[in-house]
């Protein structure tokens, strides 16, 4: 089993940044791709980004490209999320995920691990 707990959420203006961390504990050894995904109040889950277990594979939606940032520390078991230009649609509750088959993809079914979630709040 792998536990995710995300931390680093919170309430910041348009056009600032967060970063969000996963921290993974349990059976870590595993080489698992990362990803996050986001659920607005209303809206499905969607995928935000994804990241291979070297790090050396990414991948975005659309409406964050050029905005956010995935990375990992294997070392730290932690996969992080920096968001710069922050807009009121990023708003919703973030989710890390971890799968060992994931190959970090954008559909959530790939992925066997999820945290609770972590807000982030953009004002205008």
């Known amino acids: 089993q792998v536990q995710l707990v995300e931390s680093g959420g919170g309430l910041v203006q348009a056009g600032g940044s967060l970063r969000l961390s996963c921290a993974a504990s349990?059976?870590?050894?595993?080489?698992?791709?990362e990803g996050w995904f986001r659920q607005a109040p209303g809206k499905e889950r969607e995928f935000v980004a994804g990241?291979?277990?070297?790090?050396?594979?990414?991948l975005y939606a659309d409406s964050v490209k050029g905005r956010f940032t995935i990375s990992r520390d294997n070392a730290r078991n932690t996969v992080y999320l920096q968001m710069n230009s922050l807009r009121s649609e990023d708003t919703a509750v973030y989710y890390c995920a971890a799968g060992a088959a994931a190959g970090y993809s954008d559909l959530p079914v790939r992925y066997d691990y999820w945290g609770q979630g972590t807000q982030v709040t953009v004002s205008s």
């Open positions: 990241i291979s277990w070297s790090g050396g594979r990414t």
């Open positions: 349990g059976r870590t050894f595993g080489r698992y791709s």
